[in-house]
């Protein structure tokens, strides 16, 4: 036995080295990075609502909401009644755009948006825009209106602070015209969805998640931006008098079962607005005691050129609409990922989501994506 002591100490250490840098890679892998892109995690544990919890389409019905409606009462410009009727619609993505973003809309037409993916029209894609100031621009907008049919628009100026306004009609829109449909979601036109890996997710959830599904990137402990006043996320003490927001999903894309779209629409007329959105909706959810759900698919960064990462995740931000072609080509011309390819790209992308919040501009391009 003694010759197990005479073991080279130098031989030993290194030894000792190795397996612990394997043992903390190993960790350290398995920690951080190995989950995959279809995790969810219930934020938000509100109690009771404080709005009436029984809101189905007899209840909006029945019920005189005009008194209440005042905050987001817009007419309808063009109103696509007809876009689900007579169809089995599981899902309706609803992309807010700008009059002037004709480009990015037609490069969601070509690519993720392209509703001919889903020959039964059970995915149904549209836009959602105001009205433009511009008088040519407006004119123009009106020809896409007629001539594409995937244009809901109110009348009510464009502006960031009405975006609020622009995500009440979206709700609205959703349990006046389509409330047949399952689920509803509402995304920005920078965007990439997959909508093959969304449907099948949404597919997979247990019942008990599946009803008042509100699901996206979650944002927690986030404080209102009170100065500079021409910050464009300012929020004044009386649009917001907290110091800190309620957990919301992040407005670069959220989903919703339509009980849920019901209960946020009808508590939305009751509830003063605010200029953020997303933070709006957060606020609409807490009182209609609807817990906000994190999707680890749901990431609002940009992956670079990585067609597995595409794959995996739901949703992800910043592309112009060039790089949403090329980007979109390629996933239709490469092979399926294997294991190997598939795990270090879910690798990659969950240090991106990581070093993201540490080095922005790396992965954002700060700015680079604004016209
Ligand atoms: C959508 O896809 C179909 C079939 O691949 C194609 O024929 C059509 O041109 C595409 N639509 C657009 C707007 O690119
Ligand atoms: C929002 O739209 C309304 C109706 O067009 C308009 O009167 C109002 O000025 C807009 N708000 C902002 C902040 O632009």
Redesign the pocket.
């Known amino acids: 036995m003694a010759g197990w002591y005479k073991f080279p100490v130098q031989r030993s250490k290194t030894f000792v080295n190795v397996l612990a840098a394997t043992m903390f890679l190993l960790i350290v892998n398995m920690c951080v990075f190995w989950t995959d892109f279809n995790h969810v995690v219930k934020y938000g544990h509100y109690g009771a609502a404080t709005v009436p919890s029984k809101i189905d389409d007899l209840f909006i019905r029945r019920t005189d909401l005009s008194s209440l409606a005042h905050r987001h009462m817009y007419r309808f410009v063009s109103s696509l009644e007809d876009k689900c009727k007579g169809k089995d619609v599981f899902l309706v993505v609803v992309v807010t755009s700008a009059p002037a973003h004709v480009k990015r809309r037609?490069a969601i037409?070509?690519t993720w948006g392209?509703e001919?993916?889903f020959p039964h029209g059970n995915v149904r894609i549209l836009f959602a825009l105001v009205h433009s100031d511009n008088a040519h621009l407006e004119t123009s907008v009106q020809r896409e209106v007629q001539t594409r049919g995937d244009i809901i628009q109110g009348d009510f100026r464009d502006s960031y602070r009405n975006m609020t306004t622009k995500t009440v009609m979206i709700l609205r829109w959703a349990v006046t015209f389509c409330s047949g449909a399952k689920y509803v979601m509402k995304t920005d036109d920078d965007m990439f969805v997959n909508i093959k890996t969304l449907v099948s997710h949404l597919q997979s959830l247990e019942l008990e998640v599946r009803t008042d599904l509100f699901m996206g990137a979650i944002q927690t402990g986030v404080r209102p931006v009170r100065r500079p006043r021409n910050d464009r996320y300012y929020v004044s003490k009386e649009d917001f008098s907290d110091d800190v927001y309620p957990d919301y999903l992040s407005g670069t894309g959220y989903v919703m079962s339509m009980g849920a779209v019901r209960r946020l629409y009808v508590t939305a007329l009751m509830t003063s607005s605010m200029p953020m959105e997303d933070v709006y909706m957060g606020i609409c959810a807490e009182r209609a005691g609807i817990a906000p759900r994190s999707h680890s698919g749901f990431t609002f960064h940009r992956f670079g050129f990585t067609v597995c990462t595409h794959r995996q995740i739901v949703t992800s931000h910043h592309y112009s609409p060039t790089e949403l072609l090329t980007m979109w080509d390629a996933l239709q011309r490469s092979p399926e990922c294997g294991w190997v390819r598939g795990h270090f790209s879910t690798i990659y992308a969950k240090a991106v989501n990581r070093l993201s919040m540490i080095l922005p501009c790396l992965f954002i391009g700060c700015g680079a994506m604004e016209e």
């Open positions: 037609n037409r070509k392209n001919t993916m």
